[in-house]
């Protein structure tokens, strides 16, 4: 096995290093159970965020999304802007969704963005153990919640649950081969679509929202059993310890020694913890990868929260719901393919998905003010296509960030690397609200 480094700990030797230096080759059965365990832990990590943004919405529907009055009484819901689908050209929901969506991802951008600065600090074994135990909370809450404060309070221990594991597990890469970035992407993009087809199909097959949600607590164990049981953990990995060895100043671990008689390392080379001044020229130096993600997610969920909605053929034979769940499918499904795409096409421009997904919700908006697409076939092809340029910028990005980060800051990179997809994400659910409240607002032509 590829031995890695992290961020104040042990350096990882470089390509060259590694062809010079004679090294064990890891065994066939070390290298599935690595791989499958991260696969898993990508599917497990997502599942919980892509579940509650419907089934926290499901839940809310069943509350009436109302507070009662003290005789028990749903109160009234009035639409944003006191408009509803009667008296405007769309067929417009009167709750927004952005308010969960707003739930779902805030808590995980203020971990984001403070994490990488301190995250390393944290052993593995905590962290994750963190997650496993806010995913059970946030099934938990939403399940057996009765007020509308309880649910986005399940949603947000989700969302921290969905942050700290995306930025722990990719910082965890570091320590691995660097072919495991893409398995954990596969599993996030089939945490997608196995997430809305497990919701959708229990609840078709007649199961409440609420035993599903109990059914779905068998996820967090499952991570529990891929981190602890799957993964086969490298000696240099920080598991437990909360000594680092960047602050020892007595001769270094053994997990800092060379492998098979190398030249001897020095306490000042790869095991000095980075400056602040090191990472902010390390996070100026991924900008060009950072700052396009974050425009290819913003532009990707405008379309998902701001327009789907209103993307509504009326002489389809699907219904308005059944409209916006294929929506969803076919985004999802598109997700998961090109996040599994690495092995078969590497791309390092991540400018060109940016263009092509702002191309794209351009189009859409467009389709949505002027309604010229004659068939909602044409619709889910751009969203299948929506779908595909966001997995693969996403999967892009950190394999290019992986290769082009030196080994004693690949670690510290892949982490901050992952707020620009959330950070996007953020902007456009306060997008969608605001372009919600126009289009609904339009009066019949």
């Not at 495991?180 to 992407?185: D, G, I, L, P």
């Not at 997700?335 to 690495?342: A, C, D």
Request: neutral net charge.
């Amino acid at each position: 096995m590829e031995p890695r480094s992290r961020v104040g700990s042990c350096p990882r030797l470089s390509d060259s290093e590694d062809e010079e230096l004679p090294t064990l080759p890891p065994s066939t059965d070390t290298h599935w159970r690595n791989v499958a365990g991260f696969w898993l832990l990508g599917l497990c990590n997502n599942f919980a965020y892509v579940v509650m943004l419907s089934a926290a919405h499901d839940i809310l529907s069943q509350q009436g999304v109302l507070d009662t009055n003290r005789t028990g009484q749903a109160l009234p819901v009035t639409p944003p802007n006191g408009n509803s689908s009667n008296t405007s050209r769309y067929d417009c929901n009167a709750i927004s969704t952005g308010a969960v969506l707003l739930a779902d991802i805030l808590p995980t951008l203020v971990i984001k963005l403070s994490a990488p600065f301190y995250i390393h600090r944290l052993p593995y074994g905590p962290r994750v153990a963190f997650c496993i135990l806010c995913a059970w909370g946030s099934f938990l809450l939403v399940a057996f919640s009765t007020t509308v404060g309880t649910s986005i309070g399940g949603v947000i221990l989700a969302s921290v649950s969905s942050g700290l594991g995306e930025i722990s597990f990719l910082a965890l890469t570091a320590f691995y081969a660097s072919e495991v970035v893409s398995w954990w992407s596969s599993g996030t993009g089939a945490a997608g679509l196995l997430g809305a087809l497990s919701y959708l199909g229990l609840t078709q097959a007649g199961l409440s929202p609420r035993h599903t949600l109990l059914l779905m607590l068998c996820v967090p164990l499952a991570m529990l059993l891929s981190y602890y049981f799957l993964l086969v953990p490298p000696p240099s990995l920080p598991q437990w310890s909360w000594r680092d060895c960047a602050v020892r100043r007595d001769p270094l671990p053994a997990a800092c020694q060379p492998l098979m008689g190398g030249p001897p390392m020095k306490q000042g080379d790869g095991c000095m913890e980075l400056t602040w001044r090191d990472k902010v020229r390390i996070v100026k130096g991924l900008l060009k990868y950072l700052l396009p993600l974050a425009l290819v997610y913003f532009a990707e969920y405008f379309i998902n929260q701001g327009l789907f909605e209103l993307l509504y053929f009326q002489d389809s034979v699907l219904t308005h719901p059944q409209q916006y769940r294929w929506y969803q499918m076919l985004y999802q499904a598109g997700v998961f393919v090109s996040r599994s795409s690495l092995r078969c096409v590497r791309i390092r421009h991540i400018w060109a998905f940016a263009l092509l997904q702002c191309l794209n919700m351009m189009i859409l908006l467009a389709a949505v003010y002027f309604m010229f697409l004659p068939s909602i076939y044409l619709v889910f092809a751009l969203v299948l296509y929506e779908g595909l340029l966001g997995g693969a910028g996403y999967v892009n990005t950190f394999h290019n960030i992986s290769l082009e980060s030196p080994p004693e800051e690949r670690e510290f990179a892949m982490g901050v690397g992952c707020v620009a997809d959330t950070l996007g994400i953020s902007l456009a659910g306060a997008a969608a609200f605001p372009a919600h409240s126009y289009f609904c607002s339009l009066p019949v032509p």
